[in-house]
């Protein structure tokens, strides 16, 4: 006899068919996971973000960027974290050190190949315009406007659009073509991007095309078709491009799934690996290079016409 059956019966009352209590319960359970799940995200959910062009380093990103550069003074550590990432995939290794190298030139203006480009004086805009060309024309996945993931040097497709690819890609464009990248990125945005009670998320691929799950995507969450490398790198588009909407939406995601771990001042996600780490700390600071040299790329431009 359950809690509930005897409490009736101390009251007078006949105990109920198990069949009603379980009804009852399940019922019950249901109506407490509709009022609890939307609310759920704001435990999680950051405060406000600085400007994306100035204001003070996160705290979040201040914690990255000590485990990291506390990782890359200490010989020991870095080495048993670079022979990890190398078994998964060896190309991590240069990425991470790449997005830590970008995020700490950003955190440096922030507190008083592309961009060579500029810096150099020097100038590719032809090759670059015939490869946009060569890119609307034949790279792009016809169901979406999307940029391919993979082709051969030939320009033969591999694999469609992929969400560990695009976000990225829309961001690195900015230097090549402003207005191309922000299309790819709103493309990317309504294919890919999700929300579910307050919590944002990034698919690896589009309903119209479906790829193999690899090492870059990471495990694919299924029905809803999240992937934890599409939605890491979609902090990088959503920063990029302003859509601070997103980016909250995808910190509330981070705080609660990607595990953080919080000592001695610094900040690693348990969910996540070097690279992965190295990709939210440029997301968090990204900005003042990127609006500089994009500022003086106009500039300059203006001045040639």
């Known amino acids: 006899m359950s809690t509930c059956d005897a409490l009736r019966g101390i009251l007078g009352e006949p105990p109920r068919p198990a069949g009603t209590t379980l009804l009852a319960a399940g019922a019950a359970l249901a109506l407490a996971a509709a009022a609890w799940l939307p609310l759920v995200h704001f435990l999680f959910r950051p405060g406000p973000l600085p ?3 100035r204001g003070p380093i996160p705290a979040a990103a201040e914690r ?8 890359w003074t200490d010989p020991a550590r870095l080495r048993s974290e670079l022979d990890r990432m190398r078994a998964s995939n ?3 290794d240069f990425m991470g050190r790449s997005f830590l190298v970008w995020a700490l030139g950003e955190m440096c203006l922030r507190d008083p190949g592309r961009a060579a480009d500029f810096l150099d004086g020097t100038d590719h805009s032809e090759f670059l315009g015939r490869w946009l060309a060569t890119a609307r024309k034949s790279l792009v996945h016809p169901p979406t406007g999307l940029l391919v ?3 051969t040097f030939a320009g033969d497709v591999g694999d469609g659009p992929e969400g560990s690819s695009i976000w990225l890609a829309a961001h690195c464009l900015r230097l090549v073509d402003e207005a191309f990248a922000r299309d790819q990125y709103e493309r990317a945005r309504r294919e890919l991007a999700g929300r579910l009670c307050g919590f944002g998320f990034a698919r690896e691929w589009p309903a119209s095309w479906r790829g193999a799950m690899d090492v870059d995507s990471g495990p694919i969450i299924p029905v809803l078709g999240i992937s934890a490398g599409s939605s890491g790198l979609a902090l990088v588009g959503a920063r990029s491009f302003d859509d ?10 981070l705080d609660f799934a ?5 000592e001695d ?12 780490d190295s990709v939210m700390l440029y997301a968090l600071v990204l900005g003042p290079v990127w609006d500089r040299i994009l500022a003086g790329k106009a500039a300059d431009r203006a001045g040639t016409q």
């Open 51 to 53: 400007p994306r062009d």
């Open 64 to 71: 990255l960027a000590a485990r990291h550069l506390r990782l």
């Open 90 to 92: 060896a190309e991590w």
């Open 149 to 151: 993931s993979s082709y």
């Open 244 to 253: 601070a909407d997103f980016f909250r939406a995808l910190l509330t995601s």
């Open 258 to 262: 990607g595990f953080p771990i919080r």
């Open 265 to 276: 001042g610094t900040l690693k996600y348990g969910a996540s690996n070097q690279v992965g």
